[in-house]
């Protein structure tokens, strides 16, 4: 009689009227199948009551015993493992490792036979690569790719063939194509006896090349009146332009054609068309150079006033101040409180420039504005309105100055130039999470535009700052001959950069060149005042 096993379906329902499966388990049933009569007499009293257990009491060993065995323990998911119907696996860590995993040369057993790289009969065998003289022994290894072995030696250098019955190229071949090879001791006559060259010998050596010969050899030829190469000529190709030797005389403004080329004073006249010096280009309107520009390089100061559609240069902002004594400008920015006003950075000056006057205050030491050093390469300015609008009660102006990559900004005071430092931002650091950004090392000139009067930057900020104000304010950066224009009112994240070329008051008559620029005065008043532009370049 064989048990069978009976499985009761039991349902009770959740206090959150959800039904779920529980409160029964499988029942082993020990009773006889139907039809066994002797079977059946024989566990039942004179009433027909079972005299064992009922099945609901039956003793659930071998139930457990079953499901225990049917426990499946596979960690890597590859079908193999401990109580797994397929068999147990050698390694339940590694997908890759399983009695039916393809073995691999790699130096480990894949396939859970107690072998290691067993279908590569080669592995370790000696073997060689190249030929002639870069022949080189190994032994064969596994191939990278796992699906093979190849020799682990590697070919030595090929070097040119010469003569000494190696094969030098390693092509297979001996002396090929050498010419010259001769008879060890051989010797022969060599050389000729023309010019100062002489017949001589020369012997095969035991590479079965001929040695040097004995003779005196052709050699460069000098101007001297000798045929040193042999040629039957002489001082062929050394004689200068007016057929003497050494180099022909350095032409002169003199009115002669010292270097004999058929022409009088060329390379010497100046651009004017006279000898000496191109006389200096000065401030005045006029071209002294003769180069067709007028002012270059005397005047390197532009002013662009607001509502104007003309740049300028006024006399004084060239001639007076640091272009006045022909330093270069490295840093600007712009105040309104007590007046319009420039405040330029030369070396470690700082300079005040007052254009509605059209004049240069004298110079203070720049570690006057709170201790600054020197090696500001560029500055912007946000005026004290700016702050009001945003319920500070102040009337300074927030200057920011940059120097090796770290920007230093101050509270400063415009009238009596008091300052203080407020705050010192790494750029490197502060702009670590912006997917684009310009190198802080690179930046020549920097302003913050607030209105964006004139154009200076492009796109809105509410393309990439959701929900900032469409106008601004914005820093621009010139970096190298682009701008890059940053949303530093939300955000803080870069536009895309652009040519300085397309910057919007660089399409005005008498702009400057924006790749020569080395510092902007960016000078913002309340609206509708608008905004004036001073520029600096070299």
């Known amino acids: 009689m064989r048990p069978t096993l009976t499985i009761r379906r039991c349902w009770r329902l959740s206090l959150a009227g959800a039904l779920l499966l529980g409160g029964c388990s499988p029942r082993l049933d020990l009773s006889p199948p139907a039809g066994d009569g002797a079977a059946s007499d024989a566990g039942t009293d004179d009433a027909g009551t079972p005299d064992g257990p009922t099945p609901d009491q039956a003793p659930r060993d071998g139930a457990l015993a079953a499901d225990a065995a049917a426990v499946c323990r596979d960690t890597d998911r590859d079908g193999y493992g401990a109580g797994c119907a397929a068999g147990p696996d050698c390694d339940d860590d590694d997908a890759t490792r399983s009695p039916a995993a393809d073995e691999r040369c790699d130096g480990v057993d894949q396939d859970c036979d ?95 090349a001929w040695g040097r010969c004995s003779g005196q050899a052709p050699a460069v030829e000098r101007c001297d009146g000798q045929d040193q190469d042999c040629d039957g000529a002489t001082d062929e190709g050394t004689l200068n332009a007016c057929g003497a030797c050494g180099p022909p005389p350095r032409e002169r403004c003199n009115g002669q054609d010292d270097d004999c080329d058929g022409q009088t004073d060329e390379g010497t006249l100046n651009a004017c068309g006279a000898c000496g010096a191109v006389p200096a280009e ?67 000056s700082l300079w005040l420039y007052e254009p509605e006057a059209d004049r240069w205050a004298p110079p ?98 509410a393309d990439l700052c959701e929900g900032a104000d469409t106008t601004g304010p914005t820093t621009n950066l010139l970096v190298g001959d682009g ?36 510092a902007w005065g960016h000078v913002e008043a309340e609206a509708p005042a608008g905004a004036l532009e001073v520029l600096f370049t070299r």
């Not at 596994?142 to 040119?160: E, H, K």
């Not at 100055?401 to 502060?430: D, H, K, W």
């Not at 224009?485 to 919007?504: K, N, V």
């Open 364 to 461: 203070v030491p720049l570690s006057t504005l709170a201790d600054q050093p020197a090696g500001v390469t560029a500055a912007y300015a946000t005026p004290a309105w700016w702050g009001r609008r945003w319920g500070q009660d102040t009337d300074r102006a927030g200057v920011s100055l940059l120097r090796a990559g770290e920007v230093r900004v101050l509270s400063f005071q415009p009238t009596t130039r008091a300052a203080t430092l407020t705050n010192t931002i790494v750029l490197a650091e502060a702009w670590a999470a912006q997917p684009r950004r310009p190198a802080p090392g690179d930046i020549r000139a920097s302003l913050v535009d607030l209105g964006n009067t004139r154009g200076w930057w492009v796109g809105r900020p």
């Open 282 to 348: 000065t401030c005045d309107g006029l071209d002294e150079d003769c180069d067709g520009q007028i002012d270059e390089g005397a005047c390197r100061g532009y002013l662009l006033a607001p509502g104007a559609d003309a740049w300028t240069q006024p006399p004084g902002l060239n001639r007076g101040g640091p272009l006045g004594a022909g330093a270069p400008v490295n840093a600007a920015f712009g105040t309104v409180e007590g007046g319009v006003r420039v405040w330029v950075i030369s070396g470690a």
């Open 114 to 208: 107690g072998r290691v790289d067993e279908s590569w009969a080669d592995l370790g065998v000696a073997c060689q690569v190249g030929l002639g003289a870069c022949s080189a022994p190994g032994v064969f290894a596994c191939a990278p790719s796992g699906l093979g072995v190849l020799c682990d030696a590697r070919p030595g250098a090929i070097t040119d063939e010469i003569c000494n019955q190696r094969d030098d190229d390693c092509d297979g071949q001996v002396d090929e194509d050498i010419g010259g090879c001769c008879a060890v001791a051989e010797v022969r006559a060599c050389g000729a006896d023309v010019g100062q060259c002489t017949v001589g010998e020369q012997t095969c050596g035991p590479d079965r």
């Open 483 to 518: 701008l890059w224009s940053l949303e530093s009112g939300a955000c803080f994240q870069f536009f895309a950069p652009r040519g300085a070329g397309t910057w919007g008051g660089f399409a005005l008559p008498g702009a400057p060149d924006p790749a020569r620029l080395t």
